[in-house]
């Protein structure tokens, strides 16, 4: 069956991934940007919800820039908590499932073991905490709803760690990555491919699963240790001559205005169980770095 699906911040690196194979699957994909639909335009989200009447909505969209949102407050809110809350008012109008994408910044990063999807949140930045704000409105508004929180993201199209460290190998001998923050990196297309597993499978009319799940990348890793597999790829597909030197640092050492978790590891037991969905295997993804490198 045809599926209709209206998918906000569709330029995005998750967006990019969810239009590619949301078509390839024959889906019926409404695709907006910022341009063509600001989510926070209350009456604009309204009119194209119910206008298209998706059966599905999936909101790629937000405020990403980490530091940045440290003082752009009102736009990291109104992109995160507010755009999100006007779409699960238009999903729960029209009948629509809503699949919103959430992250491990959410968590304090204190706890000892992995994150599971109910222990308490104690964002450290506004970043985090306006996301946390998004995930309460799409629970409050849409009954059908989905939230994947996902961590340390990054694909082909797009700003992301990689991509900064491979220009970075560009310009410097050596540099320094903080070790002492650990996590799962987390390719894009398979973000994409889990929520479009998960989309299909919540249309069932037996589905009652609804709520938070935890999808990253394995093995655990520390951004220290994400950036020497990515130089050491990139040598052996001999896009580096030579990988600059990568200096192991803690995070007092790399001030940035807003603290990041040290543990952002989470635990992605409960998406394998309901959808069997497995965590994103990060280094296969690392296979082709050649679009990651930079222009
Ligand atoms: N990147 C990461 O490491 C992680 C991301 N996540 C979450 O995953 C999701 C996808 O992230 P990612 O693909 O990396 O994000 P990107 O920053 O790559 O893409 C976000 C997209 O949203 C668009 N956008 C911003 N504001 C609006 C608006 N008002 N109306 C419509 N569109 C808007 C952006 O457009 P423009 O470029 O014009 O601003 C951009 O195209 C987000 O929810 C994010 O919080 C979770 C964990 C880690
Ligand atoms: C560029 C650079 C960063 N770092 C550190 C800073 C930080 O602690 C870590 C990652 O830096 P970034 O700024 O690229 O990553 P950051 O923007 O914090 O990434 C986060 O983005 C948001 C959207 C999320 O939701 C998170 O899951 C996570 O992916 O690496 C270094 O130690 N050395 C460097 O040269």
């Known amino acids: 069956m045809t599926r209709k699906l209206l998918l906000t911040g569709a330029k995005g690196q998750v967006g990019c991934c969810l239009l590619q194979q949301a078509s390839a699957l024959g889906w019926y994909v409404l695709a907006v940007d910022r341009d ?26 937000a405020h990403t820039a980490v530091d940045k949102a440290e003082t752009d407050i009102d736009a990291s809110y109104a992109i995160n908590r507010d ?9 729960q109008q029209v009948g629509a499932l809503l699949l919103h994408i959430s992250t491990d910044y959410v968590f304090a990063g204190d706890k000892d073991g992995l994150y599971v999807e109910s222990d308490p949140v104690d964002p450290q ?31 082909e199209q797009g700003n992301n760690f990689v991509k900064t460290m491979l220009r970075l190998a560009s310009q410097r001998d050596s540099l320094g990555v903080v070790a002492d923050q650990v996590g799962g990196p987390t390719y894009a297309g398979d973000i994409a491919s889990a929520l479009l597993t998960m989309a299909q499978r ?21 951004w220290h240790g994400f950036a020497c597999a990515i130089f050491a790829a990139a040598v052996s597909q001999q896009l580096l001559t030579q990988a600059p030197r990568v ?49």
């Open 125 to 155: 930045g506004v970043y985090g905490a306006s996301k946390l704000a998004g995930e309460q409105a799409v629970a409050e508004f849409c009954e059908r709803h989905l939230i994947l929180r996902t961590a340390w993201v990054f694909g």
């Open 36 to 61: 063509e639909l600001d989510i926070t335009d209350k009456a604009a989200v309204s009119l194209a919800v119910t206008e298209f009447k998706p059966d599905i909505i999936i909101n790629a969209a």
């Open 202 to 222: 919540a249309l069932q009319p037996d589905f009652k699963d609804w709520g938070i799940y935890h999808f990253s990348g394995e093995p655990h890793v520390s």
């Open 247 to 295: 200096n192991a640092i803690a995070t007092t050492d790399y001030p940035t205005p807003a603290k990041r978790p040290a543990n952002s590891r989470l635990d992605c037991t409960r998406i394998r169980s309901v959808f069997g969905i497995a965590p994103s295997a990060w280094p296969a993804a690392l296979t082709d770095l050649s679009p990651y490198m930079p222009a």
């Open 83 to 91: 755009g999100p809350a006007y779409l699960a008012q238009g999903a």
